[in-house]
């Protein structure tokens, strides 16, 4: 026997997965974790017995529920899904996924499209971020289509703008989780932050890269993963996430001067793979590092004058803008971040879960 759990099928920025209501899913997390496994075909290096795309970025689930709380129209969980351990870690953000959860919310009658342009309030539960996302809403409905164009997603779609609320310390407790700018670990300058996504910054030129090398070239230096998962596995108690062996966080970023006309390149390591763009919160992060004199990007970065700071983060496939506003009085002080996602519904209907591997749970 198999049970049918609804979901939608979506791309949110460049992640893609699964979008469930938390009701449709066992509400203990054994079982929930269980069943997400097998949703997506986990473990296994191709998911080839799920919806698993064989890569981190395209295993990854959206469970969604409405607001609980004023002033919050929808909670959002983000589940990063091993690809080939069972494992599901739902300590991190992911800002991409996030992009899809006001189409889902809509979609599903969730909540309502409020005019041409709808505003909402999400809380990402991972850790407890507050975001307002505008989706274009033509005639009540969601509008997919359009003129924006991200890199790592071909074509163009409708815009989808975010506005992150308090992300300073959301994962780590603080912005610079270890107190410092700069700490060396295993004879690295690193610089550790979190606004919005736990990062290690490291320069590339420190471990005898450029930085400018493809992910799979990077993916195939075993001598530098090694090496940059050394300063993890330290880096992650300094940051107040305790042993990150079995974690997605922190994420491990190589940094260098940019080459594409952009203000910083990036190589990102999530943790143990070269990330084929550069997540959300993660390129929030390293453009807040940026801007800050004494951290080890913004001594590689190209700061652009005025407030507010339009930085755009190089990656492997093309480039992210971030746009961040200082604090009038005090301009090392960052407190607002936006950016541009683009996200798209692709498939409407069930996925079967073998109903012996999971419990329902209790409600």
Same mark, same amino acid.
């Given at each position: 026997?198999?049970?049918?759990?609804?979901?939608?099928?979506m791309r949110?920025?460049?992640s893609?997965g699964?979008f469930?209501?938390?009701?449709?899913?066992?509400?203990?997390?054994?079982?929930?974790?269980a069943a997400?496994l /097998?949703?997506?075909?986990?473990?296994? =290096?191709r998911q080839?017995?799920?919806? @698993?795309? $064989?890569? &981190?970025?395209t295993?990854?689930?959206g469970?969604?529920r409405p607001g609980r709380?004023?002033g919050v129209?929808?909670?959002?969980l983000?589940?990063?899904?091993?690809?080939?351990e069972?494992r599901?870690?739902t300590t991190?953000?992911c800002?991409n996924m996030?992009?899809?959860?006001?189409?889902?919310g809509?979609?599903?009658g969730?909540?309502?499209?409020r005019g041409e342009?709808s505003?909402l309030?999400v809380?990402t539960?991972?850790?407890?971020?507050?975001s307002?996302?505008?989706?274009?809403?033509p005639?009540g /409905?969601?509008e997919?289509?359009?003129? =924006?164009?991200?890199?790592g997603v071909? @074509?163009? $779609?409708? &815009?989808?703008?975010?506005?992150?609320?308090e992300t300073?310390?959301?994962v780590?407790?603080?912005?610079l989780?270890?107190?410092?700018?700069i700490d060396r670990i295993?004879g690295?300058?690193?610089t550790?932050?979190d606004?919005?996504?736990p990062?290690v910054m490291?320069?590339?030129?420190?471990?005898g890269?450029t930085?400018?090398?493809?992910r799979?070239?990077?993916n195939?230096?075993s001598e530098l993963k090694?090496?940059?998962e050394?300063?993890?596995?330290?880096?992650?108690?300094?940051?107040?996430?305790g042993?990150?062996a079995?974690?997605?966080v922190?994420?491990?970023?190589?940094?260098?001067?940019?080459v $594409?006309g952009?203000n910083?390149?990036?190589?990102?390591?999530?943790?143990?793979?070269?990330?084929?763009?550069?997540g959300?919160?993660?390129?929030?992060?390293v453009?807040?590092a940026a801007v800050l004199?004494?951290?080890v990007?913004n001594?590689l970065a190209?700061?652009p004058?005025?407030?507010?700071?339009?930085?755009?983060?190089e990656?492997?496939?093309g480039?992210?803008?971030?746009?961040?506003?200082l604090d009038?009085?005090?301009p090392t002080t960052?407190?607002g971040?936006a950016?541009l996602?683009?996200?798209?519904l692709?498939?409407?209907?069930?996925?079967?879960?073998p109903?012996?591997s999971i419990s329902?749970?209790?409600?």
């Amino acid at each position: 026997m198999q049970r049918a759990i609804p979901c939608l099928f979506m791309r949110g920025g460049t992640s893609r997965g699964p979008f469930i209501l938390e009701s449709d899913l066992p509400a203990d997390v054994e079982s929930r974790d269980a069943a997400l496994l /097998r949703i997506m075909g986990s473990p296994d =290096a191709r998911q080839i017995d799920g919806l @698993g795309g $064989a890569d &981190p970025l395209t295993s990854k689930v959206g469970i969604v529920r409405p607001g609980r709380t004023a002033g919050v129209d929808l909670e959002f969980l983000f589940a990063q899904v091993s690809v080939t351990e069972a494992r599901v870690d739902t300590t991190p953000n992911c800002g991409n996924m996030l992009a899809a959860v006001v189409p889902f919310g809509i979609e599903t009658g969730l909540v309502e499209a409020r005019g041409e342009v709808s505003t909402l309030r999400v809380l990402t539960r991972n850790t407890g971020t507050l975001s307002d996302i505008e989706v274009q809403t033509p005639g009540g /409905r969601v509008e997919y289509e359009g003129n =924006a164009r991200i890199d790592g997603v071909p @074509g163009t $779609a409708a &815009p989808i703008n975010i506005r992150f609320l308090e992300t300073a310390g959301s994962v780590c407790g603080s912005l610079l989780p270890t107190g410092r700018l700069i700490d060396r670990i295993g004879g690295v300058d690193v610089t550790c932050m979190d606004n919005g996504m736990p990062v290690v910054m490291m320069a590339a030129q420190a471990f005898g890269v450029t930085g400018y090398e493809s992910r799979e070239q990077l993916n195939g230096n075993s001598e530098l993963k090694k090496a940059i998962e050394a300063i993890r596995l330290l880096a992650g108690p300094m940051m107040n996430l305790g042993d990150v062996a079995r974690k997605v966080v922190p994420k491990m970023c190589l940094v260098a001067p940019p080459v $594409a006309g952009g203000n910083i390149s990036t190589r990102t390591f999530i943790p143990h793979d070269c990330h084929a763009a550069v997540g959300v919160l993660g390129a929030v992060t390293v453009a807040t590092a940026a801007v800050l004199p004494g951290s080890v990007a913004n001594h590689l970065a190209l700061v652009p004058v005025g407030n507010p700071k339009t930085l755009s983060v190089e990656h492997p496939s093309g480039e992210f803008s971030v746009v961040l506003t200082l604090d009038p009085q005090d301009p090392t002080t960052v407190i607002g971040a936006a950016l541009l996602r683009t996200a798209r519904l692709i498939m409407r209907g069930e996925v079967f879960v073998p109903q012996n591997s999971i419990s329902r749970g209790k409600r």
